[in-house]
T-cell receptor, first 115, second 108 residues
Framework: EPEVTQTPSHQVTQMGQEVILRCVPISNHLYFYWYRQILGQKVEFLVSFYNNEISEKSEIFDDQFSVERPDGSNFTLKIRSTKLEDSAMYFC?????????????FGSGTQLSVL | AQRVTQPEKLLSVFKGAPVELKCNYSYSGSPELFWYVQYSRQRLQLLLRHISRESIKGFTADLNKGETSFHLKKPFAQEEDSAMYYCALTSGNTPLVFGKGTRLSVIA
């Protein structure tokens, strides 16, 4: 089965630094997502992306966050100036058509630690 | 607002015993409900969705709109069922909303 890949698996950064989390969605998928999970809490939606623009975003996704599809394969999440509370596991996901009943394919996540 | 509640953080059962992982939701419309599973050191993956009315790995879940529940059940637990289980909800164009998850531990 095709997979969503995420790099790096772990990222350690200093507070105030910029980080870029990378994802390669499944090649024929059109809808892309970022979720995060703070330790001990639930998986939370951040943003969805379709046709080179954000289709929906949550309250968490403030001006410090941005997403980009710089080429035909990568989908990135940038945090401009990291805060301690950004420490979390970040999951990328993709789906073929973004339909309601459609299965999301998740990456294995990037564990971000902000010191 | 949509909300998914999984009241148990941890559920421990003996191998061969029945399992029920509880999920209640809050949504005024017609939701689409899913169970996702995350085995140790693996990625989140879809286990089943209510629209399919399927049984995957012996698990079933029935949507009860009266009780706003979507409990996950399996008659005989296996050791390989030990994992984190997440109930999730979406409707229309809204993003998938997850519960906090229940860790199932099946004891040999």
């Amino acid at each position: 089965e095709p997979e969503v890949t995420q790099t790096p698996s772990h990222q350690v950064t200093q507070m105030g630094q910029e980080v870029i989390l990378r994802c390669v969605p499944i090649s024929n998928h059109l809808y892309f997502y970022w979720y995060r999970q703070i330790l001990g809490q639930k998986v939370e939606f951040l943003v969805s992306f379709y046709n080179n623009e954000i289709s929906e975003k949550s309250e968490i996704f403030d001006d410090q966050f941005s997403v980009e599809r710089p080429d035909g394969s990568n989908f990135t999440l940038k945090i401009r100036s990291t805060k301690l509370e950004d420490s979390a596991m970040y999951f990328c996901a993709s789906s073929l058509q973004g339909q309601v009943n459609e299965k999301l394919f998740f990456g294995s996540g990037t564990q971000l630690s902000v010191l | 607002a949509q909300r998914v509640t999984q009241p148990e953080k941890l559920l421990s059962v003996f191998k061969g015993a029945p399992v029920e992982l509880k999920c209640n939701y809050s949504y005024s419309g017609s939701p689409e409900l899913f169970w996702y599973v995350q085995y140790s050191r693996q990625r989140l993956q879809l286990l089943l969705r209510h629209i399919s009315r399927e049984s995957i790995k012996g698990f079933t879940a029935d949507l009860n709109k009266g009780e706003t529940s979507f409990h996950l059940k399996k008659p005989f637990a296996q050791e390989e069922d030990s994992a984190m289980y997440y109930c999730a909800l979406t409707s229309g164009n809204t993003p998938l909303v997850f519960g906090k998850g229940t860790r199932l531990s099946v004891i040999a």
